[in-house]
């Protein structure tokens, strides 16, 4: 079984920056594919960026230029760093991995974005 642990998440101003992490551990198998989505309340889980079985990596349209994913292999990790954020990227944060043919999702990590 697979567990994501997401951190880095907290209150920061408008124009601020933060980093998520979101370590992967349990697996005996490769993880391929690793992103970030958030959920603000009242409204669904959007993408925010994720790598491509292609190998690329891919953004929403709001963060494009401000946040940028990047992944450690040799840590199981990936990382959002995020930055000029605005009070719009309020959210919770979840990491999702695909491995062996599943899904696997973190429980989320709070950013605010708020002065």
């Known amino acids: 079984q697979v567990q994501l642990v997401e951190s880095g998440g907290g209150l920061v101003q408008p124009g601020g920056s933060l980093r998520l992490s979101c370590v992967a551990s349990g697996s005996n198998f490769r993880i391929s594919i690793m992103g970030w989505f958030r959920q603000a309340p009242g409204k669904q889980r959007d993408l925010v960026a994720t790598?491509?079985?292609?190998?690329?990596?891919i953004y929403a349209d709001s963060v494009k230029g401000r946040f940028t994913l990047s992944r450690d292999n040799a840590k199981n990790t990936v990382y959002l760093q995020m930055n000029n954020l605005k009070p719009e990227d309020t959210a919770v944060y979840y990491c999702?991995?695909?491995?062996?043919?599943?899904?696997?999702w973190g429980q989320g990590t709070q950013v605010t974005v708020s002065s």
């Open positions: 999702r991995a695909f491995g062996s043919g599943n899904v696997y």
């Open positions: 790598q491509t079985s292609s190998g690329s990596i």
